[in-house]
């Protein structure tokens, strides 16, 4: 069946599905309106800054000014930013999720006391924004000694992300058949094989959709990083952002080249792993 098929209430039918023209409608609507600020984004990372002022903002530069990204890059000290960022994020994302499919592991399939009450606990931990907590973090990571160091961001990071992560990975592996775990429980396999080798392989799209949420959201995280990374040396790529706007606001073509580059790492990984999202959500989105 052909694509322009679909459109009609039954093959041969001369009539179109009034439902489904609305439907498709409504999403190039909605895709042009999703789409629109990054063909705006682009197109000015391009132009010069006489093109931006003289030309339409959604028409294409007729000069491609590449030189804007090399300067942006310079100007901004995105070397060191793009550093600690990609440091931050290789290890907290990794790192998150392995301690959150342990923990929901755990609260899944090992029979222990308090099981319940351990995952309400944790759950309670996604209930509550940081944004209330940055100044209880800020005096705890101070007093630690921690403030602009990596420890000091990570682990906050940390206790913000492992209590959703949890949540979404322990509705998985509570719809996945015990007798699984139990067969190799008789063979003698520790919970620890059977993690590894049973419900790891098959939670790999869950595991996929939450790298996928928690990469950007590591990435593109900025209050936090604001309030615990105060020496320059030491911001992720958003702070750097945020300094470039306040030195260059005026330079149109740098500024958004410098915005290009700060998400164009996280639109590339959601590329490479979008096709496990909607399967991953939809397989962590059972309820025991």
């Not at 940390?158 to 008789?186: C, D, K, T």
Request: aromatic content about 16%; charged content about 10%.
């Amino acid at each position: 069946m052909t694509l322009a098929s679909r459109f009609f209430r039954q093959p041969g039918s001369a009539h179109l599905d009034p439902i489904l023209v609305g439907l498709w409608i409504s999403l190039i609507i909605l895709a042009a309106l999703w789409i629109a600020p990054f063909i705006f984004i682009v197109f000015t990372s391009l132009k010069s800054a006489a093109e931006v002022m003289g030309s339409s903002a959604f028409s294409p530069p007729a000069d491609y000014a590449w030189e804007n990204y090399s300067a942006a890059w310079q100007r901004g000290n995105f070397t060191t930013a793009s550093f600690n960022s990609i440091i931050i994020t290789a290890i907290k994302v990794p790192l998150g999720l392995f301690l959150s499919a342990m923990a929901a592991y755990a609260l899944a399939c090992v029979r222990m006391r308090w099981r319940k009450l351990f995952f309400v606990v944790v759950l309670f931990g996604t209930m509550i924004p940081f944004q209330v907590m940055l100044a209880p973090i800020f005096r705890q990571v101070n007093a630690f000694g921690l403030i602009n160091t990596y420890p000091g961001i990570i682990l906050p990071y940390l206790a913000f992300g492992v209590p959703y992560q949890v949540f979404i990975l322990h509705g998985f592996f509570s719809a996945v058949p015990r007798e699984l775990s139990e067969a190799a429980r008789i063979d003698g396999a520790s919970h620890f094989v059977i993690f590894r080798r049973i419900f790891l392989p098959i939670s790999l799209p869950v595991l996929a959709a939450l790298f996928i949420l928690d990469f950007v959201a590591t990435w593109n995280e900025f209050a936090m990083a604001l309030v615990i990374l105060q020496d320059s040396d030491m911001w992720t790529l958003p702070l750097g952002l945020m300094a470039f706007q306040s030195q260059f606001q005026s330079n149109y073509g740098q500024l958004n080249a410098a915005i290009v580059m700060t998400v164009l790492p996280a639109v590339i990984v959601y590329l490479i792993f979008q096709r496990y999202f909607v399967a991953g959500l939809v397989s962590g989105a059972v309820k025991e």
